[in-house]
């Protein structure tokens, strides 16, 4: 039923770490470019981190060296493990799959998973 389903989120103190989860179903997980996306008060919703279709991997400048996402095919999950985490990082997360079909593409999105990051 639901193509992709994130969680893993909640409050903690600067400098603590969460581990965010996002499952999708094998369709979507099969055909997809996937990536992790934030929406903080201060900002636009900006991309944090994400696998190409290629494979190759991208951070946002400001978690690299922080965060690392990371994959298991065969559950179909992607990951978004967050380190030494700071208030800025506060914000819902969203996981995101870009489908590919013959003729045009598909966003996919979950609902979203709150981070709050205290000082």
């Known amino acids: 039923q639901v193509q992709v389903a994130e969680s893993g989120g909640g409050s903690v103190q600067a400098g603590e770490s969460l581990r965010l989860s996002c499952k999708l179903s094998?369709?979507?997980?099969?055909?997809?470019?996937m990536f992790w996306y934030r929406q903080t008060a201060a900002k636009e919703r900006e991309r944090v981190a994400g696998?190409?279709?290629?494979?190759?991997?991208s951070y946002l400048d400001s978690v690299r060296g922080r965060f690392t996402i990371s994959r298991d095919d065969p559950e179909g999950a992607i990951y978004l493990q967050m380190n030494r985490l700071k208030p800025d990082d506060t914000g819902v997360y969203f996981c995101?799959?870009?489908?590919?079909?013959?003729?045009?593409?598909?966003?996919?999105w979950g609902l979203g998973t709150q981070v709050n990051v205290s000082s």
């Open positions: 094998k369709e979507v997980f099969n055909r997809s470019a």
């Open positions: 995101n799959a870009v489908a590919v079909y013959d003729s045009y593409q598909r966003p996919y």
């Open positions: 696998f190409a279709a290629d494979g190759r991997v």
